[in-house]
Each structure stands twice: as structure tokens, then as C-alpha cells.
């Protein structure tokens, strides 16, 4: 019994010592929205947060993290192969700066590099990942949803070190005006061994806001009949909110937009103050994407539509009539 | 492409994407009884991709085999995974246990090795409980390059190159064998089996193995401690107008 107690004390106090590594995500030298959602959600956590940006414009976006209130520090690898945040060449680097310094805890955002990334490195380190978490419970415990957010699991990790995804739309985004905390360079030792090349690229270029932090978001759906209906009347209203536009997955597939604005259960993840769902029937999958908004506006003109049963304000009307006067009112 | 293909196809049999599950009683998972179970959609792509490489690039592929690790009941989807073109399949019987994917990849690498794939092709996520983790770890296990969120697979020579579906569109990635690729849903369209095929897919090779026959342990790393509704939403109101729509927005305080 004794024996048990003075073990636990050691247990506990070793924890105390313990850190977080937050996975940073940059594009172009500018900190990705989400990377600083998963910020809030390491210090969620309750130990000392390290940060750590890969790539050859690491420079810079490691400046505008170091800024982050209440990080420790912040660890750069500028090496050229980080460029594409490739999990080949990133996890055997993590695992390295993971086992030399002893973090108990390595988050990063449930975006496409971190879903790519975090449970190659769980192999490495032979760990269960914990996905795309919404709430920290206790530093070993996380509320994450299943079943397309239809429920919501409360999961506790035995493992030694702990890797969570974090679902952006579930924390704020950390404030960049903290003081400096100071920025180190690491390397990894061991040759990666990777053999994926990246070949190309071919991203969307849009003046509207990133779909997955805009604070109001626009989306259509089938009822939206062509793309040239889709951008006639949801581009002005989304240009009139200062909206992102987003898609049902059925928009998508007719080709009314591009694959990366799909909202719901395998697209993104949205929560912003407003959604606006045009002509959207409200299937189980979209819902998933969006559910979580604060208010949603549904426009359709079936009212059995179960996008109705989640909308907080809804209007059965003809889009094409509905659509234009709300943008011509706002 | 010098090496022949030998696919691998892991498949998981999971509640039906149409139905909208309910929380069992005790609140430590989702209710099965009585529930009608399907071929995860992104398994069903990944099958339906194999065979479209095998159609497209005649002799490359010299095997398809499909996987399962679940309840004795996926046999049910390996025979449809048969029906639609698989040549063999194992099922890997683990009761009711629920597997974590960690440990699923482990099973799978065994499966690799027992079966001499070179290319094993899984959906992104499974729709139950949405991780989206399997083939990423087993490409780490592996030390395997792995491409995943797949919208498009071409063989290019001795390389493979891939398509990706990532945050603000597409990139694509290559690789020559061997290596992983994750489907995502605008990969194909899968095809429904033919009931002559579903009739000779009962004569095909289901092979039956237990976990240990593997060597591997389930043990779970992690504890569901609870499963519980999301907070539901409060009812909304239905109005009339673009006015009236106009004056709530404004009273909500959104606009």
C-alpha cells in the first residue's frame, strides 16, 4: 500500500514536468487559422507548450509564432524537404525532437497535412492517436466526435506520449501579440528514407475568406440547379456578408464548385457566427460540417427539408427569387 | 511498371451511412441490434479503384485481395467484395472487440507480409468513428510512402502518381512501389455487383483467421468513458419573408 502511494507521487510529479509540442502549420510563411485553434487547445492541456514550424520559410512563420502568449519556445527545421509538409519526411523528424526532449504530448491541427501527419509519427512512436478532438478534459482525457457528430466520445489515452488532432472550429484562434519567446533551430540526425516526390500543386484562388475560420459562411446545394446559378447568386451575397462560400457534397460532385469548399463529415469542418445553407437538403453528412455554427439561416423551397430542423431561422421560398432580395436588403 | 501489382484492400463493415445512429441506453457506445450494416463507402472506393487498375492496365495486377478485421458478420461484405471482383480475401474474426486503428494497422502489416502486397489501397476514414488513421499508420509501420485523400491514380510508367484532395484544392504526389494510397469520395464511382457474380463470389477463397493466428493482441489504448448526444439544437422559427428573415437576422445579432 505504502509502496503504491510513494509511486503515485513520483507519477505525479514526473507529469509536472512534462511538455506539450504544438505541430505548426504555414503556408507561404503565414501561420495557418487552424494551427493557431490547435494552440488553444495545447494549452488546453495545462503544461508548457513548444511550438515547432517546419520548412524553408520556417523563418518567418516561427517570428509570428514566437509571438503566441504563453509559449515556451519555439523550434524551427528549415531543411528544404520540409517544404511540403510531406509525413514522410516530418514524422521521423518529430519522433526525433518528441524522444530527445521527452514531450508528453504532440498536437497538431486536424487539417490535411495534420490528418496525414500525426498518425504516420504515432507509428513511429508507437502510440493510438486521438482524433480531431473538440474539448480537453483532463491532460489525458478528450471529448471527440464519432458517427458523423451524431455522438460525441469521451476517450482517455494510457498512452506514454499523447498525440491529439484538433478540430479548429471547436477552439479561438491564439493572439499573435505576446512577447517573443525565443526560437531554436533543430535538424533531425537520421535519413528519413522517404521516396514520396511531390510532383505539383494546383490550389483554388479565391478573394473570398478561408473556408474553415470565416466568421460567416454562404453554402449551396443541389437546388442550385448549374455553377453558373451557384456563382450568379451566392458569390454577391457572400461578397455582401464578407462570407466564404461553401458546397454540399452533391455541388460538388455536379461540379458547381471545387472539391476543397465542400462543408460536412469528409469535407470541412466549419463554426462560424452565420451560415447561410441555400438550397440544401440537410443530409446527415453535411450536417456533420456545420452543425455547430452559431446561427444558421436555411433557403429552400421544400419545408420538409431536414436542413429545417437544425436551422435556427428558416424561409421556404424559391432560391432564385429569395436569394437575390436578401442580398439587395443587407 | 516492372513489379506486378498485388493490391491489398482492407474493407470494414460499419452502420449503414443513411441511418442516424442512436446512443445505446447505457451510454457506452452506439446501438448495433437490429441496425442495418453496410461496406464503409471509402472501403467500397478503394475495391472499386483496384479493379479499375487491373481494368485499365491489362496484366499489371496479378491479385486482389480484400481484408477485414471485425465481427464474424463481415464476411458478409468480404463475399460482396468477391462478388465485385476481389480474387481472394481473409477475415480476421475478432469477435465484437472494437479494434483501434493502431491495432488494425499492426494486423495489417501481417497481412502484407502473408499476402506479398506491394500496394494496399484504404478508404480515408471509416464513417463509425471517423478517424481517419488506419492507412497513414500502416504506411509508418511499413516505412512505406503513402498518399492519401486519393481524387485520382494514375500508373505512370514505374511510378504511381496520386492526386490529392487537400486544404484549398488539389496536389499530386509520386511514388514507385511500394506504397499506400487512401481513397477520398470523388476518387470513382463504385459499381453494384451482378447477382451471377454474388452467386460464383460463394465459391471464391474466404480465408478465416482468428487475431493470434496473426500474433497480434487486441488491447486498446484507449477508454471510451462515455458516449453521450451532442446538445441539441433549440428550435428554430420558419418566416415568411426576405423581411422578416432580414429583421431575425438583425434581432439574432448576426448581420
Known amino acids: 500500500m505504502l509502496r503504491s502511494i510513494a509511486s503515485k507521487r513520483l507519477f505525479s510529479q514526473s507529469l509536472a514536468r512534462l511538455d506539450t509540442l504544438a505541430f505548426v502549420e504555414a503556408a507561404h510563411g503565414k501561420v495557418t487559422p487552424a494551427s493557431l485553434s490547435a494552440i488553444v487547445a495545447a494549452k488546453a492541456i495545462g503544461k508548457p507548450v513548444t511550438a515547432i514550424v517546419a520548412g524553408p520559410d520556417g523563418a518567418e512563420a516561427a517570428a509570428s509564432v514566437s509571438k503566441i502568449e504563453g509559449l515556451s519556445n519555439v523550434l524551427v527545421a528549415k531543411a528544404p524537404q520540409y517544404r511540403h509538409y510531406l509525413a514522410e519526411e516530418v514524422a521521423p523528424l518529430l519522433k526525433e525532437v518528441v524522444e530527445s526532449r521527452g514531450f508528453t504530448h504532440v498536437i ?84 528519413s528514407g522517404n521516396r514520396t516526390e511531390f510532383v505539383s500543386e494546383d490550389l483554388v484562388q479565391s478573394e473570398r475568406p478561408e473556408l474553415g475560420s470565416a466568421t460567416r459562411v454562404v453554402a449551396g446545394g443541389r437546388g442550385l440547379k448549374n455553377k453558373e446559378t451557384f456563382d450568379a447568386l451566392l458569390e454577391p451575397l457572400a461578397e455582401k456578408l464578407g462570407a466564404a462560400v461553401g458546397a454540399s457534397r452533391a455541388a460538388v460532385d455536379s461540379g458547381f464548385c471545387d472539391n476543397s469548399l465542400q462543408v460536412g463529415q469528409t469535407g470541412k469542418i466549419v463554426a462560424p457566427e452565420l451560415y447561410v445553407a441555400v438550397g440544401i437538403s440537410g443530409a446527415i453528412q453535411h450536417l456533420a460540417g456545420m452543425k455547430d455554427s452559431k446561427t444558421i439561416v436555411a433557403i429552400n423551397k421544400d419545408p420538409e427539408a431536414p436542413i429545417f430542423n437544425v436551422a435556427d431561422i428558416g424561409l421556404v421560398a424559391d432560391l432564385n427569387e429569395a436569394v437575390p432580395e436578401l442580398t439587395n436588403k443587407l | ?104 494497422a499492426k494486423m495489417l502489416q501481417k497481412v502484407v507480409e502473408r499476402e506479398g502486397s506491394n500496394l494496399v489501397i484504404l478508404g480515408k476514414q471509416s464513417i463509425d468513428d471517423d478517424a481517419n488513421q488506419t492507412g ?82 487486441v488491447v486498446n489504448r484507449l477508454e471510451t468513458l462515455k458516449v453521450e448526444e451532442p446538445p441539441a439544437r433549440s428550435a428554430g422559427v420558419k418566416v415568411d419573408s426576405v423581411d422578416e428573415l432580414v429583421s431575425k437576422l438583425k434581432e439574432a445579432k448576426a448581420i
Open chain 2, 1 to 104: 511498371m516492372s513489379s506486378k501489382l498485388k493490391i491489398l484492400v482492407p474493407v470494414k463493415r460499419v452502420i449503414d451511412f443513411a441511418i442516424k445512429p442512436r446512443i445505446n441506453k447505457a451510454g457506452t457506445g452506439v446501438e448495433t441490434k437490429g441496425v442495418k450494416f453496410s461496406i464503409n463507402p471509402f472501403c467500397d472506393i478503394a475495391l472499386e479503384e483496384s479493379l479499375k487498375i487491373r481494368e485499365a492496365n491489362k496484366g499489371l495486377v496479378e491479385k486482389i485481395h480484400a481484408v477485414s478485421i471485425g465481427p464474424t458478420k463481415s464476411q458478409d461484405i468480404l463475399r460482396t467484395a468477391l462478388a465485385k471482383g476481389a480474387d481472394t480475401t481473409t477475415l480476421v474474426d475478432v469477435g465484437d472487440a472494437e479494434v483501434e486503428p493502431l491495432t488494425v
Open chain 1, 108 to 191: 497538431a491541427p486536424a487539417s490535411a497535412v495534420g490528418k496525414s501527419l500525426l498518425p504516420r509519427l504515432a507509428a513511429l512512436l508507437d502510440v493510438q492517436p486521438v482524433s480531431d478532438i473538440i474539448r480537453v478534459e483532463a491532460p489525458d482525457t478528450f471529448v471527440r466526435p464519432i458517427y458523423a457528430g451524431n455522438a460525441l466520445a469521451t476517450v482517455k489515452s494510457s498512452d506514454k506520449v499523447i498525440l491529439v488532432s484538433v478540430r479548429a472550429s471547436a477552439f479561438p484562434a491564439a493572439e499573435t501579440n505576446g512577447d517573443a519567446v525565443p526560437v531554436e533551430e533543430v535538424s533531425a540526425s537520421a535519413e
Open chain 2, 136 to 217: 497513414q499508420i500502416l504506411a509508418g509501420l511499413l516505412n512505406w510512402p503513402q498518399a492519401t485523400n486519393a481524387s485520382k491514380v494514375e500508373i505512370k510508367g514505374d511510378k504511381i502518381s496520386v492526386t490529392r484532395e487537400v486544404d484549398g484544392g488539389a496536389d499530386t504526389l509520386q511514388a514507385d512501389l511500394p506504397m499506400i494510397i487512401t481513397t477520398d469520395l470523388r476518387l470513382n464511382e463504385p459499381r453494384y455487383a451482378s447477382l451471377p457474380n454474388i452467386m460464383k463470389a460463394k465459391k471464391k477463397p474466404l480465408e478465416k483467421l482468428k487475431a493470434s493466428d496473426l500474433g497480434i493482441e
